[in-house]
């Protein structure tokens, strides 16, 4: 893996360079991890003129859910508690002679803006804005690989849980056993917050669990992701609790169904963002549900749940080979409840099969 941490620290350094910045300073733990292999707590990573380094507030704990730094990169380990690690990183780039500094603007408060400033007044800052977060939509198979045992992982936990009896438990309860069991089968944690709706709570996005209990009739809707070595993948379902489903249940469900297949049929090296998004929405929008529907379609994933590209009626962008995406449209009636369906899904060329589905729970119409 160190060859792989160096070409991509070898990338950012091409478009530092070619921007006309000597050295960058990376402090988004998502990033710092993409490019030196880990990111412990506070840390950050400086690509300098000489050398780079991963700069640390203390000595890195031996944590394998958290990564473990690339060997080839040196480490610079904050000599007193308390320092602030890019402050100090700003010091070493100017000590290295350069003359400016990439910084990730977006990342950085304006109080440590100012710092960084005072300790180092000839460094002119730049800013290196979402360069590598670009460099990370783009996936190797070895980050597809941790994706898919993730989706497995919260297959595996979602299975389970409709195995159980759900009438009476309540959606925070629901929640806290299917985070547990994501632990349980190997994954860092979750994702994000799990996401247990029910009845007229049912499909809302990022609907937060509260007390409510399963009733007979609701719709559940259940919406959860594991992690797995820094890695984060999504899974959304929707279930009818009792024996038959009624007519209108039925027909959003089949509804939404078929506008989560228009997405991921869609999903295509240089495929538009908006096309994809448009894809799904106007089979819902020719339905009469244009305001139900939720901003996007879906999203990139990866060392964040919501990274770039992001599928929705204004992005700009298309879509290539590798990169992994969630394709989750849904419909939520105020009063009544509805449907979420979500997958994650890798971006493949026709030649290699199409869209690599990496969450299989079955999209069937359940009555638990």
């Not at 988004?28 to 991890?33: D, K, Q, S």
């Not at 989706?151 to 595996?156: R, V, W, Y």
């Not at 030649?351 to 009555?367: M, N, R, Y």
Request: glycine residues 10%; hydrophobic residues 40%; contains cysteine.
């Amino acid at each position: 893996m160190s060859e792989v941490y160096a070409t991509r620290r070898a990338r950012l350094r091409e478009r530092c360079n070619a921007a006309g910045a000597a050295a960058a300073l990376i402090s988004l733990p998502a990033n710092v991890r993409y490019l030196a292999g880990a990111a412990p707590h506070n840390a950050v990573l400086l690509l300098g003129r000489r050398q780079d380094l991963l700069v640390c507030a203390g000595p890195p704990e031996d944590r394998p859910t958290e990564g473990r730094p690339d060997e080839a990169l040196a480490l610079h380990v904050l000599p007193s508690p308390g320092g602030d690690t890019a402050v100090a990183a700003a010091g070493l780039a100017a000590g290295q002679g350069a003359e400016s500094l990439a910084v990730e603007e977006h990342h950085l408060t304006v109080a440590r803006h100012r710092a960084l400033c005072s300790v180092a007044p000839r460094l002119r800052l730049a800013d290196l804005g979402a360069a590598v977060e670009q460099l990370r939509v783009v996936k190797d198979e070895e980050e597809i690989s941790c994706l898919r045992i993730g989706a497995e992982i919260a297959d595996q936990a979602l299975g389970e849980l409709l195995e159980s009896i759900l009438v009476g438990r309540t959606e925070r309860h629901l929640a806290l056993e299917l985070e547990r069991r994501l632990v349980d089968h190997g994954a860092d944690g979750p994702a994000f917050p799990t996401s247990v709706a029910t009845g007229p709570h049912s499909g809302r996005r990022g609907h937060r669990p509260t007390d409510r209990r399963v009733e007979e009739g609701d719709f559940l809707s259940v919406c959860l992701g594991a992690t797995y070595r820094g890695y984060r993948c999504e899974i959304g379902r929707t279930f009818v609790i009792g024996t038959s489903p009624a007519d209108w249940q039925i027909e959003l469900y089949d509804l939404v169904f078929a506008a989560q297949r228009a997405g991921r049929e869609s999903l295509a090296p240089g495929a538009a963002y908006r096309d994809v998004d448009r894809a799904a929405r106007q089979v819902l929008d020719s339905a009469g549900y244009a305001e139900a529907l939720p901003p996007l379609t879906g999203h990139g994933v990866g060392l964040e749940i919501d990274e770039d590209p992001q599928l929705a009626p204004a992005a700009m962008g298309k879509l290539d080979a590798c990169v992994p995406v969630t394709v989750e449209p849904g419909v939520h009636l105020p009063g009544r409840g509805g449907v979420r369906i979500d997958d994650t899904l890798v971006v493949r060329p026709e030649a290699d099969g199409g869209p690599e589905l990496l969450t299989i729970t079955t999209k069937e119409l359940l009555a638990l």
